[in-house]
């Protein structure tokens, strides 16, 4: 293992080094040849080193701007620029330092735990025909998963990015998020300007890990979490290794893929996530950026004696979504996930968030025997869509015959309770923007709920293909904590894959 000096890097003429001397003259570590700045914003170039006033000029695409050298380090401001390059970046200092290929566009943070960490070479469809993920026009670049216990100023990168930014036409592509390349390649399509991808994510953390100190103990009063800081899944430790060294420089905004290590408290989860999506933007000092986010997938065991702590999270998720400005454990089709975090962040940066939303309940009536739930946000109409969930690891989705399947046609996912509040399985059919719900055990209905347990096949959908959230009509408060075995102490299971 390299000493903690040798993770110490400088930027030398495009080239990569390892700085022996903490002193010397470096870009930030984000800095590299094939980079992507931040269109439409001003552009920020900073760094350590040198002799304290000491002037550094930074040159980029006819723009030129100065700054000087504290104790601290340095930074120069350029003007915005418009989507473009290849441009050179050169930087005159104590040395010269020159980086090539430099793109202009829009640059994603993609962050969270496992399920965004985990990395094409992962994915079957990558395996199966990776010359299919290529797009020189995105640019990305892996940060190491390094906590600390205080802020730290510059960024530690991935051993497979040692050289510093890729472009999705090389072998580092695999190593790559996959839910993030899928999106960045969508977005890439779409909008024909460059992308920039940032992954910054670790297994196993919960949403405190993420979030700065401030922030953690504004929402959380377990001092028992507090008081373990140098615990990987406890508070702010990410934050400040991976996230606040990039709080300096524009992005377009954030994808984010986490909430398995918080699913035995739902209450505290929604907090937490309103302030680590506050924070962030505070960071940012822009209180609209973008911040997309992906609920929690069907998980085929359960969690705590219900079976339903996923649920309390995937509402408190939608809670959040619905008031926020602007959204296996570990199932294999990434590629889906991240084609619908595509989708909505293309409808909501064109002005039209709805193009990218499933079914939303709008309305409940009980009747003798039966519940009517009206929805909007159908699109062309409701229907039962097929799901298919793999139960064997590595294989393709829908290629496994003991898959678990929801078929085409055949609504599932519902249940409906009487007064007592117990609630059964139940039978539902569509009949124009409404779901009728019923069950031979329940003659009088009084709530209903969907999707509404750790794993689940519901299918409700409509035309255009995005499915509805869990939801529920009854009024039970959101259990404050819930009794389990955290899911990674729990041995591997089998995961569900989702298509």
Do not use: C
């Not at 992507?36 to 040198?50: C, N």
Request: charged share 20%; glycine share 10%.
């Amino acid at each position: 293992m390299l000493p903690r000096l040798a993770l110490l890097f400088f930027l030398f003429s495009g080239a990569f080094l390892f700085a022996e001397d903490p002193a010397a003259f470096r870009a930030h570590g984000i800095f590299s040849d094939r980079m992507v700045l931040q269109r439409d914003k001003e552009i920020v170039v900073a760094g350590f080193g040198g002799p304290a006033g000491t002037t550094v000029t930074a040159e980029l695409a006819g723009h030129q701007s100065s700054g000087q050298i504290t104790a601290t380090g340095w930074r120069v401001v350029l003007p915005p620029l418009p989507a473009g390059g290849p441009h050179r970046l050169v930087i005159e200092g104590p040395s010269r330092l020159v980086f090539e290929d430099v793109l202009v566009g829009d640059v994603w943070l993609a962050s969270g735990q496992s399920n965004m960490h985990m990395r094409l070479r992962a994915v079957p469809e990558y395996t199966a025909a990776p010359e299919k993920f290529t797009n020189p026009r995105v640019r990305f670049i892996r940060l190491g998963g390094r906590p600390t216990p205080a802020p730290s100023p510059d960024i530690e990168r991935a051993k497979e990015f040692a050289g510093g930014w890729a472009e999705g036409s090389t072998s580092q592509t695999k190593e790559i998020s996959a839910v993030g390349w899928v999106f960045a390649d969508r977005l890439q399509r779409e909008f024909d300007v460059p992308i920039g991808l940032i992954h910054a994510a670790h297994g196993a953390t919960r949403n405190e890990a993420w979030m700065p100190e401030h922030a953690v103990r504004a929402v959380s009063p377990d001092e028992k979490i507090l008081a373990k800081p140098t615990d990987a899944k406890n508070p702010w430790i990410f934050y400040n290794g991976l996230i606040a060294p990039l709080t300096a420089f524009p992005l377009k905004g954030f994808i984010w893929y986490q909430g398995e290590a918080n699913g035995h408290s739902p209450v505290r989860y929604e907090a937490a996530l309103r302030g680590l999506i506050r924070s962030w933007r505070e960071a940012w000092r822009d209180d609209a950026l973008p911040f997309y986010f992906v609920q929690l997938p069907a998980y085929p065991f359960g969690m705590d004696r219900t079976g339903e702590s996923w649920a309390w999270v995937r509402e408190a998720q939608a809670k959040v979504a619905a008031t926020e400005p602007f959204e296996d454990i570990h199932p294999l089709a990434k590629s889906e996930v991240g084609r619908r975090l595509a989708a909505v962040a293309i409808a909501d940066l064109r002005g039209d968030r709805a193009q990218a939303e499933g079914p939303a309940l709008a309305g409940a009536t009980f009747e003798s025997g039966q519940a009517v739930l009206t929805f909007a946000n159908t699109r062309g109409g409701l229907l039962a869509k097929q799901v298919v969930m793999n139960r064997k690891k590595g294989l393709p989705p829908q290629a496994d015959p003991e898959a678990l399947r929801a078929k085409d046609g055949v609504l599932t996912g519902f249940t409906v309770a009487g007064a007592d509040g117990k609630y059964h399985e139940a039978e539902a059919e569509i009949r124009g923007d409404q779901v009728i719900v019923r069950s031979a055990q329940v003659a009088k209905p009084a709530s209903v709920r969907y999707g509404w347990a750790n794993f689940t096949l519901a299918n409700l959908a409509n035309a255009a293909g995005f499915f509805a959230s869990p939801f529920r009509t009854d009024s039970a408060p959101m259990p404050d904590a819930l009794k389990q075995t955290p899911y990674w102490a729990r041995g591997q299971g089998t995961a569900a894959v989702a298509e």
